[in-house]
Structure formats: C-alpha cells, structure tokens
C-alpha cells in the first residue's frame, strides 16, 4: 500500500498468506477431484492438525488456561464448525472450485446485512454500493454455473436430480455466508468484552469441534479409504525406493500443512499490518486462486462469469476503499439536511 512500510515478518506474512493458502485450495481442489465427498474428511483431517498444533504451541498440555469464558467458546465452537462443515459439504452437491471461491467472497455484504439486522449499525453510502455489486455479481456467477450445467442434453429425471443438487449446494453455500457473519459479529463483541485471544480461539474452537465429527464417521471412514485406494508415489523421489504413499493422502497431508500455515500467516498479518492491507492480500489472493482454478483445472468460466467476478471483486475494493466512489455528494447533503 502506498505509504505503508512493511516489516519484514509482515512481508513473510504476506508472502506466507499467498503461497500457503493458494496451495492450499490447489491440493483441495485435487482431493475434490478424486472424491467429491471427502470435504468432511478435509475438515476432519484440518481440525485435527491444528488441535495437536495449539497443544504443543499455545495451550502446551494444561500449563495454559483461557482467558475467555468457556461458555462463550461453546457458542463459536458450535459456528465455526458448522461453517467449515458446510463449506466442504458443498462439493459433494456438484458445486465447482470456481462458484465456491466467488460465493465465499461474498462475506462482506452478509457482514454488512447481519450488522445492519442484529446491531443496528449504519455504514456510509458507498458500503451500500460495495454490498449490491457483490450481490449481483455472486447471483450473475450462480445462475452461470447452474446454466451451464443444464445445458447438457439429459433425462428430465437427470435434469431434476442435478436441480436438487444444485439448490442443496448453493443452500450450504449461502447457510454458511450468514453463520461466518454472525460468528464475526459474536467474535468482535468478545474481543471487546474479554481482549483478543486469537491463538486462544484457534485452539479451542478446533479441538472443541473435533467430537462433532462422530456424526460423520461414516464418510469420513469411506473417503479416507478412497485416498488410500489413489495410485502410490515416492515421496523422496526416488532416494528411498520404499518410500511410497498413495497419492491422495500425499494431497491430504500437503492441504493440512498449508492449512494451518494460512491461519498462522493471516493471524501474523492481522497483528502487523492495517486491515485495509488485510483485506487488499486477501482479495488479491482470491483472485489468484481463482485464476489457477480455472486455468490449472481446467475449469469452465463464460465471459459472464468474468462479468460477475469483476462485480465480486470492484465491490470489495470499493467497501475496503480500494476505489473511492463519487458519494461525497450523498454524505453532504446528509449533513445539511440534519442542520
């Protein structure tokens, strides 16, 4: 950012934040491609590895105790699973990478919808602006995507069940856009109220999520087995000719090391650097995501989704004042008229 001088642990940041995260949904992506429905077992696989992770690093066994009530980490506990839960349950109801990167972008304009409802706030008339481009531009991309599919000449009882698919996905999609606004919402009073305890939260709400996933053995168990099943490759390259692990779980073990990378690096970057500088890495490497996704993968992308894409991103940049917008005009004659 102009102006802004960067440390050099927030330059590791943010250079962590872009190659952790966009390997991340590249190995993800992988996984996906191998078996739709292992997205539970992703999370299983993610909430696992940061619990061990927090119990050697913050929580240290018991020598450390939780600064914020555990009731209160009950409730975030029960949102943040259910968010990530939903998110990965999605791509078992054919929702592509690409659909999924654009929704999930969308988090601003539910923020601004559930503070608006739940705290009554009031933002400034170019927030507003941000909020109905990000909308169109994610309703544009959804209609794409679900017309794209239908396209294809098939039985009206195919055509149904794809239907169905679809609604059920975009549904988890959309469940877990408000849940993730309101676990914010419910997070910045608790930070208020109690001071923030990031690596605190990290912890508890993973280990704490972990014995929800009983419901979910069952596909966890057959996904894992799925990518026990994957061709094996020599992880040392050659060196040690014994040394073979079934590609899938090379994937799973690559998602679950850059996964926790991309936490930790987004929680560095929070502590150094602005949040207008967060927000900008953040957009910038869903953009990059997103371009690996369809490019790398292959996957479709009409020049309206392009439209909607634009739309998604232009509204981002504009709530993060990215790109001023000509509204000073609306604040002035908001001021006269309360004089």
Known sequence: MPGEGFSRKASTAILCTFLACMTNVVFLEHIIKIDPTAGTLVTFCQFTFVSIAGCLTWWQFGKRTNQVPMKRHLVLVALFWSVNFANNLAFKFSIPMTLHTIFRSGSLASNMFMGVILMKKSYRTDKYVS?????????????????????????????????????????????????????????????????????????????????????????????????????????????????????????????????????????????????????????????????????????????????????????????????PLPVGLFEKKKVKKEQ
């Open 131 to 323: 909020v109905i481009f990000i909308s169109i531009g994610i309703l544009l991309c959804t209609l794409m995507s679900t017309a794209g599919k239908s396209a294809v000449s098939k039985t009206s009882e195919e055509e149904a069940h794809e239907f169905s698919e679809q609604v059920t996905g975009i549904s988890l999609l959309t469940f877990a856009l408000i849940v993730s606004s309101g676990m914010g919402l419910i997070q910045e009073k608790t930070y208020a109220e109690h001071g923030k305890h990031p690596s605190e939260a990290l912890f508890i709400n993973h280990v704490l999520g972990l014995p929800l996933f009983y419901f979910s053995r069952e596909s966890i168990i057959t996904a894992f087995n799925t990518l026990l099943n994957t061709e094996p490759v020599n992880v040392t390259n050659g060196v040690y000719p014994d040394w073979n692990l079934p590609i899938g779980i090379v994937y799973l073990i690559i998602n679950c090391l850059t996964s926790y990378a991309c936490i930790r690096s987004v929680f560095i970057l929070t502590t150094e650097c602005t949040s207008l500088t967060v927000t900008l890495v953040i957009t910038v490497r869903k953009f990059m995501t997103l371009l690996v996704s369809i490019f790398y993968f292959k996957n479709s992308f009409s020049y309206l989704h392009w439209v909607g894409t634009g739309m998604v991103f232009l509204g981002t940049a504009v709530y993060a004042d990215l790109v």
